[in-house]
């Protein structure tokens, strides 16, 4: 299972990458100018940062066959390995995922709002599928969409990855792990809400005090 952050915030990026295990950093148009920062400052800093090992996605922002695949090429070739174009699966972009798969790029199928256009996305071969799961709560279920995304995939034998995208809620994100998913890409905000709980606090400060009663320091031993 891959856990990913949904953030072009370097800053939180680093913090959370010292707490939890990342798995990868996915970004979008929104995200990337929600950072304030020029879009080529953004690819710095994170293919700076990131290990060859940690997966990277841009999105294509072109509306044309043409545009999004000359887009593809350039976005996988930012770092040696582990780069992925996340391409949207309208008409132009279903085309493109055939073309950039042909050329072996890596490919993520988003924008995705149900199972149906995500197994489709499968079946021109993408290799990451993003549904998006708030969103979809739109229209329905999200969560049970992608349940059945993850029940089609697996009966058809179709070796695609669903990374669940679009969180507003750990409830989300905790039922899709549950259950099974391939990988999450998560806010940083949804993810130091999985992580933070004032009971854990509360219970450091009760053993601390504790300690420090007994045997007037703080640490284990003197
Ligand atoms: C991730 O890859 C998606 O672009 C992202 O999760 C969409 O999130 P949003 O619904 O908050 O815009």
């Known amino acids: 299972m891959e856990f990913m952050l949904d953030t072009a915030d370097i800053n939180q990026?680093?913090?959370?990458?010292?707490?939890?295990?990342?798995?990868?950093?996915?970004?979008?148009?929104?995200?990337?100018?929600?950072?304030?920062?020029?879009?080529?400052?953004?690819?710095?800093?994170?293919?700076?940062?990131?290990?060859?090992?940690?997966?990277?996605?841009?999105?294509?922002v072109s509306q044309t066959p043409e545009g999004m695949l000359d887009e593809a090429r350039?976005?996988?070739?930012?770092?040696?390995?582990?780069?992925?174009?996340?391409?949207?699966?309208?008409?132009?972009?279903?085309?493109?995922?055939?073309?950039?798969?042909?050329?072996?790029?890596?490919?993520l199928a988003t924008?995705?709002?149900?199972?149906?256009?995500?197994?489709?996305?499968?079946?021109?071969?993408?290799?990451?599928?993003?549904?998006?799961?708030n969103r979809m709560c739109n229209y329905g279920d999200g969560v049970a969409q992608v349940l059945d995304?993850?029940?089609?995939?697996?009966k058809q034998q179709v070796d695609a990855r669903v990374i669940a995208a679009s969180f507003k809620s750990t409830d989300q994100v905790h039922r899709l792990i549950a259950a099974g998913i391939h990988a999450v890409t998560v806010p940083p905000a949804v993810v130091f809400a999985m992580l933070d709980h004032p009971g854990t606090e509360l219970a450091v400060q009760e053993f601390s005090a504790a300690w420090s009663k007994s045997f007037g320091r703080e640490s284990f031993s003197a």
């Not at 020029?38 to 994170?46: C, G």
């Not at 493109?96 to 798969?101: E, S």
């Not at 995304?149 to 697996?154: G, R």
Request: include cysteine; hydrophobic fraction near 45%; proline fraction near 5%.
């Open 111 to 133: 924008a995705i709002y149900s199972a149906d256009q995500a197994f489709l996305a499968a079946m021109n071969g993408a290799d990451y599928l993003a549904p998006y799961v």
């Open 149 to 154: 995304l993850l029940a089609m995939l697996e």
């Open 13 to 60: 990026i680093k913090q959370l990458d010292k707490l939890i295990t990342v798995a990868g950093v996915t970004t979008n148009p929104t995200i990337i100018t929600a950072s304030g920062k020029r879009v080529e400052t953004v690819i710095e800093e994170l293919c700076d940062y990131l290990a060859p090992n940690q997966k990277l996605f841009f999105q294509t």
């Open 74 to 107: 350039a976005i996988c070739a930012l770092r040696p390995q582990n780069t992925y174009v996340k391409i949207p699966v309208t008409h132009a972009g279903m085309q493109v995922i055939k073309a950039a798969k042909q050329e072996g790029l890596g490919v």
